[in-house]
């Protein structure tokens, strides 16, 4: 008769039981943890875009955040308010230009002006939209801001001096101090081609400082933004997709394969803008001119490596086209519609809803843009002055340049993903060098 031992095999057992457990706990892929943004490039052995080790980044410029600003001088030459137009992004570039150009000509700072835009649903103004109190604390030393005019202003209008169509190498104090000094209190619409390599430095740490320390979100909108960041899963990618009728039509270019609906809508847009065709088309496509589509972003997106299951909020406005090519492949999708009440959201006009996109976006976990317009560059660049850097552009260039030359599958994946990694790795597009500057790590 044979004794076995049953201690040997139960102890091999257990070990066997407790070493299959580990590996299903700590799977990735593991059925135990649903939520888990992970792709099947990960189990091929791929790395998605943002882990790669970046060489460079963008941080606040010292001079700016450490510098020595001489006084403020005891007699200002007059009043300015800035006129700021458009998008709520476009109207903060040009109020932090306005910033600047007050201090360069040594002026006190009227509280801006929000021109009411029908095109963009908006009647709010700059108060309903940032904390006034705030900007103008934060504010002090840089330049000198008011509520209120003197009883000598106050009833009036100021005299308009219009910047914005100036072209060549536009100079304000050439061209806009002796309005100031005349009148005494003008408005101005920045212009875009302004020479800031003339200001001093003074003028230009008020525009970084403007631009990036001061302007806060008015309570109401900062806590419904703020409650919106917090149901939102995480961790999550928010996305700036640009594919909107009005947006195709001014980029004066022609797709194939879009439905009836989104050509009759482009058609109903373009008025006297002709879609380029033949050579030229080619061309302007080639130059990175044409917006991309919802499907060419997930392509992209799939070329990056991330994962099909990530959660991505939709930083966008109404009427995007041709969503479906996106989200048939990238499940996860949400937008502030989603988590707002009906009440809420009908309630909200254009510069609040995009404060709201504003306020997710610099605070996701990584943002990506398929343009690079001005709320692009205000969410890059505090996204890099809070020290957050998976921050990418896709590039509308490559892509056109990749696909004219007929690159399809494999090799349009890899040479999509070394443009952008090259893009990323070096930081490029991530902020401005009006306030930041470029760190090699």
């Not at 560059?377 to 809070?386: L, P």
């Not at 690159?407 to 930041?436: P, T, Y």
Request: proline share 5%.
């Amino acid at each position: 008769m044979f004794i076995v031992s049953v201690k040997p095999f139960f102890s091999v057992l257990v070990v066997g039981l407790c070493l299959t457990l580990a590996v299903l706990l700590l799977s990735p892929s593991s059925s135990l943890f649903p939520g888990a943004s992970v792709s099947s490039t990960h189990q091929r052995g791929y790395t998605d875009i943002w882990s790669l080790r970046r060489v460079a980044e963008w941080r606040p410029c010292k001079w700016w955040l450490q510098g020595h600003l001489p006084a403020l001088p005891a007699d200002s030459n007059g009043y300015i308010r800035v006129d700021c137009y458009g998008g709520l992004n476009q109207m903060r570039r040009d109020l932090c230009d306005g910033v600047g150009v007050a201090r360069l000509l040594n002026a006190t700072l009227v509280l801006p002006k929000f021109e009411v835009a029908a095109y963009w649903n908006e009647s709010s103004g700059f108060a309903d939209v940032f904390d006034v109190d705030y900007f103008i604390s934060q504010m002090n030393g840089y330049v000198k801001v008011v509520k209120e005019l003197p009883l000598e202003f106050a009833s009036k209008e100021p005299h308009h001096v219009d910047c914005s169509k100036r072209k060549g190498q536009f100079d304000y104090i050439e061209s806009v101090l002796p309005s100031l000094l005349e009148h005494h209190y003008i408005s101005i619409t920045p212009a875009m081609s302004q020479r800031r390599d003339r200001y001093p430095q003074y003028a230009k740490a008020a525009l970084c400082q403007a631009c990036y320390n001061a302007l806060r979100l008015a309570k109401p909108v900062e806590e419904k933004a703020k409650k919106l960041l917090e149901v939102l899963p995480k961790p999550f990618l928010s996305l700036h997709l640009r594919f909107e009728p009005d947006m195709v039509a001014y980029s004066q270019c022609e797709y194939q394969g879009l439905s009836t609906a989104s050509l009759e809508a482009i058609e109903a847009a373009r008025v006297d803008r002709k879609p380029w065709t033949g050579e030229l088309a080619k061309i302007w496509r080639k130059r990175g001119k044409c917006p991309l589509t919802p499907r060419e972003t997930a392509l992209i997106f799939q070329a990056l490596h991330i994962p099909t299951n990530t959660n991505i909020y939709l930083a966008a406005g109404d009427g995007l086209m041709e969503m479906e090519g996106f989200t048939s492949v990238y499940t996860n999708v949400v937008t502030k519609s989603s988590f707002l009440s009906s009440d809420d959201f009908l309630n909200m006009h254009g510069n609040t809803k995009a404060a709201l996109d504003y306020y997710v976006s610099i605070n996701s976990d990584s943002y990506v843009a398929t343009f690079f317009g001005n709320m692009d560059k205000m969410v890059a660049a505090m996204r890099a002055f809070n020290g957050k850097q998976r921050t990418l552009f896709l590039s509308r260039r490559a892509f056109a340049e990749f696909t004219y030359n007929g690159l399809k599958g494999k090799e349009l994946n890899q040479a999509l993903w070394k443009a952008h990694r090259d893009d990323f790795v070096m930081g490029r597009g991530s902020a401005l060098s009006d306030c930041f500057c470029e760190f090699k790590l």
